[in-house]
């Protein structure tokens, strides 16, 4: 257990809703990542949050939002979704920005969109 | 366009054999390079991290090598076990200004049957 959690465990919806996708770092941990890991494309960066403020976005749609609360707890909202959004989304936690942080995972969340 | 490329796609040993994965990049500057393994519906867990001036470094069973001139590394395994079953994932770091966008390779899938 990587102390990273992430909810809900699967979600299923249909094309043109929205969804979000919480997850709650280790404790202590100040930054958040999220990913995406389709069968095709292999685990994707989307975007880092560092105590709260945006610090690196990497291939993230602009129908694809996220922030971080005061709580360090944070929340990736997916929009006008597409079948092609299906994946497992996973978000992962470190002790600070740095890049050689480590990053611990969370178990992912399975989206379904039908 | 930094890549990082990984083969064998996919490998299936017996075990208690050794195997070794390998792992090319494009990235530059480089920073670190990480090798993840990923149970099925999991998220990664990090197995080792090389920076620059490293040349190996080992995590139990599992050892990783770095030459940063050719842009190379492999993770070896050596007597693997059923628990070894797994994707195994390269991921590499850029040095580059204030951002920090990993790129990540798409996995090798490992099957270790008894």
């Known amino acids: 257990d990587s102390g990273v959690t992430q909810t809900p465990k699967h979600l299923i919806t249909a094309t043109g809703q929205r969804v979000t996708l919480r997850c709650s770092p280790r404790?202590?941990?100040?930054?958040v990542y999220w990913y995406q890991q389709s069968l095709d494309q292999g685990l994707q960066f989307l975007i880092q949050y560092y105590n709260g403020e945006e610090r690196a976005k990497g291939n993230i749609l602009e129908r694809f939002s996220a922030q971080q609360f005061p709580d360090l707890h944070s929340e990736l909202n997916l929009s006008s979704l597409e079948l092609g959004d299906s994946a497992l989304y996973f978000c992962a936690s470190s002790s600070a920005s740095g890049r050689n942080n480590e990053q611990f995972f969370g178990p992912g969340t399975r989206l379904t969109v039908l | 366009k930094n890549q990082v490329e990984q083969s064998p796609q996919s490998l299936i040993i017996l075990e208690g054999k050794n195997c070794t994965l390998q792992c090319n990049y494009t990235v530059s500057p480089f920073s670190n390079l990480r090798w993840y393994k990923q149970d099925t519906g999991r998220g990664p867990v990090s197995l080792t991290i090389?920076?620059?001036?490293?040349n190996t470094k080992s995590n139990g069973r599992y050892t990783a090598t770095l030459d940063a001139d050719t842009k190379q590394s492999s993770l070896h395994i050596t007597a693997s076990q059923l628990s070894d079953s797994a994707s195994y994932i390269c991921v590499v770091s850029p040095s580059s200004g204030g951002s920090y966008i990993p790129t990540f390779g798409r996995g090798t899938s490992l099957i270790v049957h008894p």
């Open positions: 090389m920076t620059f001036s490293e």
């Open positions: 404790s202590g941990d100040l930054s």
